[in-house]
């Protein structure tokens, strides 16, 4: 970033930012970015003010900088808590609220219900699926991935009412459509569309 | 909403009873003295405003007394500056106090909790000194139950409580006022925070006395827990004279309905949640299409209605329902509502005479261009980020910026959360918005320049105070040099309050403003590369300002000790986060504030006055 006053000496040299890396200027050197407390942090810009002839280019290749950009600073943007708090609240009662569907399979004698959020894609719910039934089924559920070799197929209602066949769709479509799951009989399930 | 709070204003200032070090009597005045200290008296008494009132004072010894006699509200802008008791011997008659306490800078987490700012012992002195106190309005106090308590016990004619942005009391406290201020005309609780625990909380609101109150005005948006909804409506319909009914989070739109039903000359109303939650279950009142219908027509009979916010957990359906009063707005805040451009829009059509406007940036610079094309006699805009991080998105931006400024040309005061700010904009703002007062833009990615041009914000600043010839307090972001500060030293002559962050270059940024800022009373800086040189070119001035506040600068010890040796009447805190035993020489917070009263003997440990 230029700044083209030329009353000021080493001005480009000795300009300290804290700011986020240049989103729009490639060019802009790299913030200095000392880690940890706020003290370290005075320590560092010390070293860099005019008085020195520290240069800034030296610091382009610091890996360190995207983390500082990171780092949230205390009462910064300054918005009142009164207001952030606002927010967070109703953010946590939706978050802290889950996404808890029912989980029934072909045969079991009872259900299970699990916690969609806490899945980060189909695999990890697949082997959860897997773990919570395993004492049900005699082989693995696998329902997921073509319907050769599997007893069973993992399906689910959207929102719609409508029976579907877990994995066709983006992860984050699915959760915010499911209303539970059951874990289908292959016998059952010949009327499926098959996954592509 | 702060639009009555003109009085509140960080911009209006004055030395109150402080500034000026006078002894409160002496020899009684011979006879003929006396008379003509009557009729001025007589005369004085007519003198409202607080600077005219000091002005006067000044004059002799005559008038000063005569000016203590008859001064009805009393405006303390710094609870530390004079002593209580000081005060109150100045000042007899006094039947109105405001009473400022932490800086604002408290706000943002950066005060220690315990730092001071306590009510007790004013709320003590003016027990004894003011039996006849009817209004009081504090600001950034801390308040402890016990005092409301007091305070409630010591003044028979109490009618109005203003608390904003103050902290230590809870619902118990507020049950103890309603109770027994049998006069009280209005409570405003403003973003405060209670210390209410849930299993703790006192019913309040049962607590007004049984018959007709004289309530103009109830606030309590901030207030976290339910209050008792049978015995709000019970006291909304047992109060004729309320204007102003300001309800929490907690009320749905259901019992707003009720409320507005028993109340349909309300001119302000704090809709609560204007959603239909639980709450609504909870109450087992019949749910169904008809609701906003019926909504719709309750909002027309509030024919009064000036003022709308609250909007906590609107659903957006209930929207519509507020149409009908729309036309003779002047005040709306949707700054909790997280609305859409397309939501907005077809209510801010019909708001022609919308002057104060609080808005989240979920409506993006389309909602705003909305809001140009419609609020022609706008003076406020506030636009606050809904999510307050750097790396947020940013849903508004120089576009914006520049579309208000072309509609709204009477535009007083903004405040404006963005992420993406151009010279260009600012620039057009400064040509196009004359009659700016408060300018203040932030710009969230710390030290972030024109995202154009890739410069750094200079330019654009310089403009707003040099083309903005009314310009009081300016709040500056984004990446500065110190051209910016130098151009606001040379111009801004009228501002009286700044605040800095993340700014400037060298020391002599700050030498420019405190050098050429003739009028600046506030100055707040925080993260910025202003060392100990600076300092001084500020004694000349530091006796006519309130405070300044230099935070995470490059201040030492030794620095902020060479300006508290110079200038015996300023009080210069040190405030320490924790025992910080490997450099005892750098100042992390400095607080410095001229003071009648010498170093206050409540400061907790952690700070250190030089």
């Not at chain 2, 110079?566 to 490997?582: C, S, Y």
Request: glycine share 6%; proline share 5%; net charge neutral.
């Amino acid at each position: 970033m230029e700044v083209s006053v030329s009353d000021f000496d080493n001005l480009k040299a000795t300009e300290l930012r804290l700011g986020l890396p240049g989103i729009d200027a490639p060019e802009k050197p790299a913030p200095v970015s000392p880690r940890g407390s706020k003290r370290a942090l005075l320590k560092a810009n010390e070293e860099c003010w005019p008085g020195t002839s520290k240069s800034l280019e030296a610091d382009t290749s610091n890996q360190e900088a995207q983390p500082m950009a990171k780092a949230q600073v205390i009462g910064w943007p300054p918005i009142r808590s009164y207001r952030k708090n606002s927010f967070k609240a109703r953010k946590a009662e939706v978050e802290a609220a889950g996404l808890f569907v029912k989980v029934s399979m072909d045969g079991a004698p009872y259900l299970r219900k699990i916690d969609l959020k806490v899945y980060k894609g189909y695999k990890e719910l697949r082997e959860a699926l897997d773990n919570m039934f395993r004492c049900f089924s005699t082989g693995e559920l696998s329902g997921m991935e073509g319907c050769n070799g599997s007893e069973y197929a993992i399906t689910y209602e959207d929102k719609d009412g409508d029976w579907m066949l877990v994995g066709d769709v983006p992860w984050e479509m699915f959760i915010s459509s499911c209303k539970r799951l059951r874990i289908m009989r292959r016998s059952e399930a010949t009327g499926m569309p098959s996954s592509p | 909403m702060r639009e009555e709070r003109s009085d509140m204003s960080e911009d209006e200032d004055g030395g109150g009873g402080s500034a000026k070090s006078r002894g409160g009597g002496g020899a009684p005045p011979p006879f003929s003295d006396q008379v003509l200290e009557i009729v001025l008296e007589n005369v004085l008494q007519f003198l409202s405003s607080r600077r005219d009132r000091n002005a006067a004072s000044l004059v002799c010894r005559s008038w000063y007394r005569a000016e203590a006699q008859t001064r009805r509200e009393l405006f303390i802008g710094n609870c530390y500056a004079v002593s209580p008791r000081r005060a109150t011997e100045r000042f007899r008659r006094i039947r109105a106090v405001v009473l400022k306490g932490k800086p604002r800078f408290a706000d943002f987490g950066l005060v220690p909790i315990n730092w001071g700012a306590h009510f007790h012992p004013w709320v003590s002195a003016m027990a004894a000194a003011y039996p006849w106190l009817e209004k009081l309005c504090l600001k950034r106090m801390s308040v402890a139950d016990g005092d409301l308590s007091l305070l409630a016990h010591s003044f028979p004619n109490f009618r109005e409580l203003s608390l904003i942005c103050c902290e230590g009391f809870s619902t118990a406290g507020l049950a103890v006022i309603a109770e027994k201020c049998r006069h009280l005309r209005v409570l405003d609780l403003i973003e405060d925070y209670l210390e209410d625990d849930e299993d703790e909380m006192v019913d309040w609101i049962s607590r007004f006395p049984e018959t007709t109150t004289c309530l103009e005005s109830l606030g309590f948006d901030c207030v976290g827990g339910a209050v008792n909804f049978e015995a709000l409506e019970a006291l909304v319909t047992r109060s004729p004279a309320l204007r102003r009914l300001r309800v929490n989070h907690h009320v749905s739109v259901e019992q707003l309905h009720r409320l507005m039903a028993r109340a349909p000359q309300l001119t302000h109303l704090g809709t609560g949640s204007f959603g239909s939650a639980a709450a609504a279950a909870a109450a087992a009142i019949p749910q169904g299409g008809n609701n906003v219908v019926d909504l719709v027509s309750t909002f027309a009979a509030s024919k009064s209605l000036v003022c709308l916010s609250g909007f906590r957990d609107m659903a957006p359906q209930y929207l519509p329902a507020i149409y009908p009063v729309c036309a003779s707005l002047t005040s709306l805040n949707f700054s909790f509502a997280e609305i859409s451009a397309e939501e907005l829009i077809p209510v801010i059509r019909h708001c022609h005479s919308l002057q104060i406007f609080w808005v989240l940036d979920t409506v993006r610079d389309e909602g705003l261009q909305a809001v140009a094309a419609t609020c022609k006699d706008l003076r406020e805009l506030r636009v606050f980020p809904l999510d307050a991080t750097e790396d947020s998105e940013g849903s508004v931006s120089d576009v914006g910026l520049i579309a208000i400024s072309e509609g709204c040309r009477k535009l007083r005061s903004i405040l404006y959360f963005c992420q993406q700010m151009t010279n260009v904009a600012v620039v057009t703002m400064s040509k196009n918005c004359q009659d700016l007062v408060v300018f203040r833009l932030c710009i969230m990615g710390r030290r972030r320049p024109d995202h154009v041009t890739g410069e750094p914000m200079d330019e654009g600043f310089g403009a707003i105070v040099m083309n903005c010839k009314k310009l009081r307090r300016l709040a500056v972001s984004g990446l500065l040099t110190d051209k910016a500060f130098a151009y606001i030293g040379k111009y801004g002559k009228l501002v009286r309050t700044l605040s800095v962050a993340f700014a400037g270059n060298t020391d002599l940024a700050l030498m420019y403003v405190l050098e050429g800022c003739t009028k600046l009373q506030k100055l707040e800086i925080r993260d910025s590369p202003f060392g100990d040189s600076a300092l001084p070119a500020g004694l000349h001035h530091y006796y006519n300002m309130r405070f300044l506040w230099m935070s995470s600068c490059k201040l030492s010890v030794r620095g902020c000790m060479e300006v508290a040796q110079r200038l015996p009447h300023l009080v210069v805190e040190v405030i320490r986060e924790r025992d910080e035993d490997d450099d005892h020489e750098a100042v992390e917070k400095l607080y410095m504030y001229r003071s009648l009263a010498g170093p206050r003997n409540d400061a907790p440990p952690f700070v250190e006055i030089l």
